[in-house]
């Protein structure tokens, strides 16, 4: 999905990646990130949010919920993470980042709410009322109040299979009515998923039902005399989106895709952020007339279509993929011809590192000409 793009923007990546790989120096069923670029992406998109009043969480489970990349975007001055789940959130715990958004979009586990609420997460996102009272106890034990924001959902909204979550416009009134009873908990916002999506026949991002949504939510708090200090309006957050968002007044953006260059925009636009990460693997064995080289890392939603198949970049042939059908392990993907068994393979693709068993390589000098690997993880953040 992104090979080409790499290859105009970034050929580096791609001659970088090979090398390593044919020194023994990176295994088959790694993602090799291109650090120097990734930061650069990351600048251009923290500039255009403080043009527009917007603070930004990083999302980094496409990324393997990796530290390293946290602590470089903590010191740029990102706020801090948004963690898609309560395993993301340990990773950030462990190593002392900034945790801005807990909670959205899965709600922590009662056994690790005092921990959560001690940490001193910015905001909790909450979608029962359950989870609201266990959290106002925990906040009680703490001494403190916590913030919330809620998850809305509208009579049109998107909703994802195995995301179903929300508090219904017309349940506020009631909701509104049990959080005001309780002494440690503060409604201070508002969110949902996915606010903006990239529109394949015009080719651009725009707002969804969901984003109409939020200030439907927002008035409806309002009238009850709540603060709204956050419009939280995540999903594909890129320069080009937070251009989008401002006007709005959103308040919050969660870069995860736009941080490597790899929303759906970015595979068929020319925009501020560069594709920075390429999958690496090698030709296992040829049989009936394909190749196969090892999997690990595949993401039904990648939409790989082609791979480059070589020993030198300059020199690589560009070859067909079949990936695993959706109901099989990707223990290998299928290429539409034959190659040489231990052939370097290089493909770019939409990824979810966090749901793979991949290898994470970051590298840092490619384009001062002196590659160094910085930092080998495994597909959970785990330094290796």
Not at 64 to 87: H, M, Q, S, T, W
Not at 93 to 105: A, E, Q, T
Not at 132 to 139: G, S, V, Y
Not at 357 to 364: G, H, M, P
């Amino acid at each position: 999905m992104f090979l080409e793009k790499i290859a105009e923007t970034n050929p580096e990546l791609l001659e970088t990646a090979t090398q390593l790989h044919q020194a023994g120096m990176i295994l088959p069923d790694t993602y090799v990130i291109d650090m120097d670029m990734l930061l650069e992406n990351a600048k251009k998109i923290l500039n255009e949010a403080k043009k527009q009043n917007i603070h930004l969480y990083f999302m980094l489970k496409q990324l393997g919920r990796n530290p390293y990349i946290a602590k470089k975007l903590v010191e740029l001055g990102y706020d801090g993470a948004v963690v898609v789940d309560f395993k993301e959130a340990q990773v950030m715990m462990k190593h002392d980042i900034p945790i801005s958004n807990v909670g959205h979009l899965v709600q922590p586990p009662k056994a690790m709410l005092q921990a959560l609420v001690n940490y001193h997460c910015t905001y909790f996102t909450v979608f029962s009322l359950e989870k609201i009272k266990d959290i106002n106890e925990c906040a009680k034990k703490a001494g403190i109040v916590q913030k919330l924001l809620i998850k809305v959902v509208g009579e049109n909204d998107m909703i994802y299979s195995g995301q179903t979550a929300g508090f219904h416009l017309n349940e506020l009134d009631e909701l509104i009515k049990e959080v005001k009873a309780l002494d440690h908990v503060k409604i201070r916002g508002v969110t949902s998923f996915p606010c903006f999506l990239y529109d394949e026949k015009e080719e651009s991002i725009h707002p969804t039902p969901n984003f109409e949504t939020l200030y439907k939510a927002k008035e409806i708090l309002s009238s009850h005399g709540i603060e709204i200090e956050n419009i939280n309006a995540p999903s594909t957050t890129s320069v080009e989106t937070l251009k989008q968002m401002g006007p709005y007044h959103v308040t919050s953006g969660e870069p995860g895709h736009g941080l490597s260059g790899t929303t759906p925009l970015h595979a068929y636009r020319a925009c501020d952020e560069k594709p920075c990460v390429v999958y690496v693997s090698e030709i296992s064995h040829n049989f009936e007339g394909n190749a196969y080289c090892y999997g690990g890392g595949f993401y039904r939603r990648s939409h790989v279509k082609h791979a480059l198949v070589g020993t030198k970049y300059t020199q690589m042939k560009e070859v067909e993929v079949t990936p695993p059908t959706l109901e099989s392990i990707d223990y290998y993907f299928g290429l539409n011809e034959i190659c040489n068994v231990n052939d370097t393979v290089l493909m770019a693709f939409r990824f979810q590192i966090f749901v793979t068993r991949s290898n994470v390589c970051l590298i840092e000098g490619i384009h001062q000409g002196s590659p160094k690997i910085v930092g080998m993880y495994t597909s959970q953040g785990e330094v290796l």
